[in-house]
């Protein structure tokens, strides 16, 4: 094997190495030389394709690439667009959380083995915020640290070209005197008006949007949160076959603050809005008799048509995550997801694209002996006819030169 063979040889193997760590293997083997770029060579030839991996994660694209092999090149995996990280550090006061400057905040990816890989570390600014910029993609765990308050930890990923934010309330580390206790009861209200305990409810304390502890009922249905600092806090409850509730609870420094629920059955909701279509000019004009469907797990359970003014409604709707999809002849049709709450009415309305237009028919002279007959080549053959390629036509007669 010569000099230049051996190169390329080499490269394709170090390739496909690469390929298979980053993509895994839902890539076929004849995608790998096509998810290899170059630059500068030794020996010479011609790599191009494109390739689209089957299966991929999100954020995973195919991969356009026609390069010339020179000299002295040296061929790498084609490298995707760095993400961001951002968000910010806060800890309890009295009424709403309070910015924590001077935080550490590290940045982890799983690396060889599995074995966490330090990609960054950055300190909150006065107002407690952090930033990460130009992470590779992936899974990463995030570590925010800071003298007097317990550590906490979040997996989070980062994609391509996109902004990932997060916020982290530490609470302070301290003596049990400081800290207050939160316990009462959960019960649920049953459709024969029966008030009966809620063994195994999930109960969700809340600090800037973000759960600080978590309590689950015992038989009895009552909770206790112990060591919860002082301050003000939303705390939340929640039960199988019940509408979710929440409440605004104040704890005391070494004192038990008492929140009691009462879980209503939940009533169902309402969906409403519109569909229109993306004209070419950028205006949107109201798509009447577009087809609205809602969807949970893969089955459709609700079916309606927009009216005159491309608008619907959908009643009796049970509270619930859900898929609602649109589509209307001559646009590409969507699905999103959307969460219905108890006795609440969603309003989602869609705005879908024009399809492209489709391939012209593929047609041409066929000859048939010296008789000329314009077919499409398959219709052309099985007539034991002799095709003259697409877009030909008759006359002048092909068939009689």
Same mark, same amino acid.
């Given at each position: 094997?010569?000099?230049?063979?051996?190169?390329?040889?080499?490269?394709?193997?170090?390739?496909?190495?690469?390929?298979?760590?980053?993509?895994?293997?839902?890539?076929?083997?004849?995608?790998?030389?096509?998810?290899?770029?170059?630059?500068?060579?030794?020996? =010479?030839?011609?790599?191009?394709?494109?390739?689209?991996?089957?299966?991929?994660?999100?954020?995973?694209?195919?991969?356009?690439?026609?390069?010339?092999?020179?000299?002295?090149?040296?061929?790498?995996?084609?490298?995707?667009? /760095?993400?961001?990280? =951002?968000?910010?550090?806060?800890?309890?006061?009295?009424?709403? /959380?309070?910015?924590?400057?001077?935080?550490?905040?590290?940045?982890?990816?799983?690396?060889?083995?599995?074995?966490?890989?330090?990609?960054?570390? +950055?300190?909150?600014?006065?107002?407690?915020?952090?930033?990460?910029?130009?992470?590779?993609?992936?899974?990463?765990?995030?570590?925010?640290?800071?003298?007097?308050?317990?550590?906490?930890?979040?997996?989070?990923?980062?994609?391509?070209?996109?902004? +990932?934010?997060?916020?982290?309330?530490?609470?302070?580390?301290?003596?049990?005197?400081?800290?207050?206790?939160?316990?009462?009861?959960?019960?649920?209200?049953?459709?024969?008006?029966?008030?009966?305990?809620?063994?195994?409810?999930?109960?969700?304390?809340?600090?800037?949007?973000? /759960?600080?502890?978590?309590?689950?009922?015992?038989?009895?249905?009552?909770?206790?949160?112990?060591?919860?600092?002082?301050?003000?806090?939303?705390?939340?409850?929640?039960?199988?076959?019940?509408?979710?509730?929440?409440?605004?609870?104040?704890?005391?420094?070494?004192?038990?603050?008492?929140?009691?629920?009462?879980?209503?059955? /939940?009533?169902?909701?309402?969906?409403?809005?519109?569909?229109?279509?993306?004209?070419?000019?950028?205006?949107?004009?109201?798509?009447?008799?577009?087809?609205?469907?809602?969807?949970?797990?893969?089955?459709?359970?609700?079916?309606?048509?927009?009216?005159?003014?491309?608008?619907?409604?959908?009643?009796?709707?049970?509270?619930?995550?859900?898929?609602?999809?649109?589509?209307?002849?001559?646009?590409?049709?969507?699905?999103?997801?959307?969460?219905?709450?108890?006795?609440?009415?969603?309003?989602? =309305?869609?705005?879908?694209?024009?399809?492209?237009?489709?391939?012209?028919?593929?047609?041409?002279?066929?000859?048939?002996?010296?008789?000329?007959?314009?077919?499409?080549?398959?219709?052309?053959?099985?007539?034991?006819?002799?095709?003259?390629?697409?877009?030909?036509?008759?006359?002048?007669?092909?068939?009689?030169?």
């Amino acid at each position: 094997m010569n000099r230049r063979k051996l190169l390329v040889f080499t490269a394709v193997v170090v390739g496909m190495g690469l390929v298979a760590w980053v993509a895994g293997p839902t890539w076929g083997a004849s995608h790998v030389v096509r998810g290899l770029a170059s630059t500068g060579v030794a020996g =010479s030839g011609t790599l191009a394709g494109s390739a689209t991996p089957t299966g991929a994660a999100e954020g995973v694209s195919g991969v356009e690439l026609v390069s010339t092999v020179e000299s002295g090149t040296e061929i790498s995996p084609v490298v995707p667009e /760095p993400g961001v990280v =951002s968000g910010m550090v806060l800890h309890p006061a009295s009424g709403d /959380p309070a910015p924590l400057p001077g935080a550490a905040v590290w940045a982890f990816r799983a690396g060889r083995h599995h074995q966490p890989e330090l990609m960054g570390m +950055t300190a909150s600014g006065d107002d407690g915020s952090f930033a990460f910029a130009s992470l590779p993609p992936g899974g990463y765990l995030l570590v925010v640290s800071a003298a007097d308050y317990a550590p906490q930890a979040r997996h989070l990923p980062v994609r391509p070209g996109e902004t +990932t934010d997060c916020t982290f309330v530490l609470l302070p580390v301290g003596a049990p005197e400081e800290f207050g206790t939160l316990e009462g009861c959960v019960t649920g209200v049953t459709e024969d008006g029966d008030e009966i305990p809620l063994p195994g409810a999930h109960l969700v304390l809340l600090a800037a949007d973000v /759960p600080i502890r978590e309590a689950v009922a015992g038989d009895d249905g009552c909770y206790a949160m112990e060591g919860v600092p002082p301050g003000e806090f939303l705390l939340r409850a929640g039960a199988p076959g019940f509408a979710p509730a929440e409440a605004t609870v104040v704890v005391v420094a070494h004192e038990t603050t008492e929140q009691n629920f009462v879980l209503q059955p /939940p009533e169902d909701g309402a969906i409403t809005g519109c569909v229109s279509g993306l004209q070419d000019d950028g205006t949107q004009v109201p798509l009447p008799g577009a087809h609205v469907v809602l969807i949970r797990h893969t089955h459709v359970v609700r079916q309606v048509t927009a009216g005159d003014d491309g608008c619907f409604a959908m009643t009796d709707v049970p509270p619930g995550v859900y898929g609602l999809g649109a589509g209307a002849e001559g646009y590409r049709p969507v699905v999103e997801p959307i969460e219905v709450a108890s006795g609440e009415s969603v309003e989602h =309305s869609f705005v879908l694209e024009p399809l492209p237009p489709p391939p012209p028919p593929r047609e041409g002279a066929c000859c048939l002996g010296e008789e000329c007959v314009v077919l499409p080549p398959r219709a052309c053959h099985r007539q034991g006819g002799e095709y003259q390629g697409d877009g030909t036509g008759c006359d002048p007669n092909p068939c009689t030169e």
